[in-house]
């Protein structure tokens, strides 16, 4: 490419509304125009990023044995009605009417979708297992979209759908899943943690997570510095950046964790256990007479999660939930989240559209792992039952002997799920097996947020001067920087062949020949990320040799052309 033909537009001042360093550099570095709330226009720079992106995830999940395929952004009503989720769903279903008054939504997911496929497609087991994968963009209407791409309302997610004749089959695409986002996160250049997700929606290793961890992530990441453990503890949504610090701050001075029977939890919070009853909530409407549920599940050992219900501003008329109606709410949560297996473990279910609130979780999963969460509400004191809670969980050390829980922060990049008969129950799809009996196949699904990344990639690669791309996902690898092309015919024709050699190379090369002061080309260069840059000038053709310098680096070097090939391949 040559930058006088592209587009690019590049701004010196922070803009004053982007609130993290990746939605900051994204506008400066020209890679996003804002349309509306949640919604963007990538621009050519920020379209190459997103190819790239796009294009790693699609090759790992070919390799995987995946197939891709395209569904459609709209979706119809009828669908969802047979799911149950077109009620359940919630506020992040955008719903559209056509001209005959059918009813549709953008799809925010596409089990249903995907499920209609398969029901209509798939017929025998010798079909199966399948995993059927598309690209496509999504939209949920988000309460706050915000930190540019990070999230929007319309976005741009890889989402796969896999079909198995049994549980087995689908343990072993779980597994594959999961061994595929190590790949692609890995060789996107990411730093990134896997960690255990809803395990007390969906039990054990059903769900996990996968982080791209950053401070500036709106998950917490509850993790053994010792083990490989590491799950996911979420946050309230209506905290800034500064708040969140704060809130991990006092979680990591509170988040000793121990082991607490269920009684002495319970005695706590004056919950009645019985044999039967091992899990208990408050269920409140909010303000707009929705369900808000706050959960206490108390499982085998150990667990607690108690929100004052009571002190929520916007909260009414609360009261404790029944088992039914807990699981009733679990299973209907928007996205990934599957059928309900309470008997594993915990999780702490805060309905992300309360404002504000106290919120206090100790938690186990079956490895005797332990969380501890406490009070990220703006303006509320701590309750005195928290307090006392704290006392009692502070001091032991870890009970499972295996190391000390950390908190990190985390930005959700993916996740895989083992979704159990959910969609295929409810929408009536069916294979014949071997002995020809119609049976209903598992489903697992996998998503990552394809849009997403590019912003995580920028929160964990970025200096002073700008974006410092991973290799994989840079706009162009190299860039080519010609110094006064006007004055010397000698000097734009070398860097003319220079870029030549580099893109037949198999470099991904840019030719800067917009005749800019060095300075500012090379602020240009340095703000869009581009790992390498060469400097084609007169002095440097005198010499034999070329200006080399890695985004990284500190200090540029002068190497000759061999030299020059040699570092860059
Ligand atoms: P989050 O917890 O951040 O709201 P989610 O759990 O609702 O995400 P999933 O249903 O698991 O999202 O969707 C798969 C992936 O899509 C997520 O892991 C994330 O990377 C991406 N994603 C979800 N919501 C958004 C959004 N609003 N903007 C950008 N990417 C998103
Ligand atoms: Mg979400
Ligand atoms: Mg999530
Ligand atoms: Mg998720």
Redesign the pocket.
């Known amino acids: 490419m040559r930058l006088s033909q592209f587009h690019l537009r590049t701004e010196k001042e922070t803009p004053a509304d982007a609130e993290v360093v990746s939605h900051q550099l994204m506008l400066r570095a020209g890679m996003l125009r804002k349309l509306a709330a949640g919604l963007y226009t990538w621009s050519p720079l920020g379209l190459r990023v997103l190819r790239k992106v796009e294009t790693v995830v699609r090759e790992e999940m070919n390799r995987a044995g995946a197939v891709e395929l395209l569904m459609p952004t709209i979706q119809p009503r009828e669908l969802w009605e047979e799911t149950g989720r077109w009620q359940k769903f919630g506020g992040q279903l955008l719903k559209i009417k056509d001209r005959k008054e059918a009813e549709y939504c953008y799809g925010p997911?596409a089990e249903e979708v995907v499920t209609d496929f398969a029901r209509q497609e798939i017929s025998s087991y010798k079909q199966l297992p399948v995993n059927f994968y598309n690209i496509q963009w999504k939209f949920?209407d988000?309460i706050r979209?915000r930190f540019g791409?990070?999230?929007?309302?319309e976005?741009l997610?890889k989402?796969a759908y896999s079909f198995h004749i049994d549980d087995a089959s689908l343990d072993a695409e779980y597994r594959n899943m999961y061994d595929t986002y190590a790949r692609i996160f890995t060789r996107l250049g990411l730093k990134f943690r896997a960690v255990f997700a809803d395990t007390g929606a969906i039990g054990g290793s059903a769900s996990h997570?996968f982080h791209v961890i950053a401070d500036s992530g709106?998950?917490a990441i509850a993790y053994s510095d010792t083990s490989e453990y590491a799950a996911n503890v979420?946050l309230a949504e209506a905290v800034s950046p500064g708040e969140r610090a704060d809130a991990t701050e006092t979680m990591r001075k509170v988040d000793t964790p121990t082991q607490k029977t269920c009684e002495d939890v319970a005695a706590l919070l004056g919950i009645a256990l019985t044999r039967t009853v091992k899990s208990v909530a408050l269920m409140g409407t909010d303000a707009e007479g929705q369900p808000q549920f706050v959960l206490a599940l108390v499982r085998g050992d150990h667990m607690v999660n108690e929100i004052k219900l009571s002190k929520v501003p916007g909260l009414a008329d609360y009261r404790m939930a029944t088992e039914a109606e807990i699981l009733e709410h679990l299973g209907s949560e928007?996205?990934?989240l599957g059928p309900v297996k309470p008997a594993k473990a915990i999780r702490i279910v805060a309905d992300r559209s309360v404002a504000a609130m106290h919120d206090f979780v100790v938690g186990a999963n079956e490895a005797g792992f332990h969380l501890a969460g406490v009070n990220w509400g703006r303006d509320l004191p701590v309750p005195d039952e928290i307090a006392d809670i704290r006392n009692v969980v502070a001091g032991d050390p870890s009970p499972c002997g295996n190391g000390t829980l950390g908190i990190a922060r985390g930005i959700?990049?993916?996740?895989v799920f083992a979704l159990g008969r959910k969609y295929s129950e409810a929408m009536k799809c069916t294979v014949l097996d071997a002995n020809g009996k119609a049976v209903t196949p598992a489903m697992g699904c996998y998503?990552?947020?394809v849009?997403?990344i590019v912003a995580a990639a920028i929160e964990q690669n970025h200096d002073d001067n700008g974006i410092v791309w991973p290799d994989a996902m840079a706009p162009w690898q190299v860039a080519v920087c010609l110094i006064n092309p006007k004055n010397d015919a000698n000097v734009a024709a070398a860097a003319q062949a220079l870029y030549d050699d580099l893109n037949a190379a198999g470099l991904d090369a840019l030719l800067d020949d917009r005749g800019l002061r060095p300075g500012a080309m090379f602020a240009d260069i340095e703000l869009i990320g581009i790992p390498h840059r060469v400097v084609v000038s007169e002095r440097g053709l005198a010499a034999g040799t070329f200006e080399y310098r890695a985004r990284v680096a500190s200090e540029a070097e002068q190497l000759d052309r061999a030299a020059l090939f040699e570092r860059l391949s």
């Open positions: 997911t949920r988000e979209p791409v990070m999230r929007a309302r976005f997610m989402d997570e709106e998950d979420e928007p996205g990934f959700e990049v993916g996740h998503g990552i947020g849009s997403r």
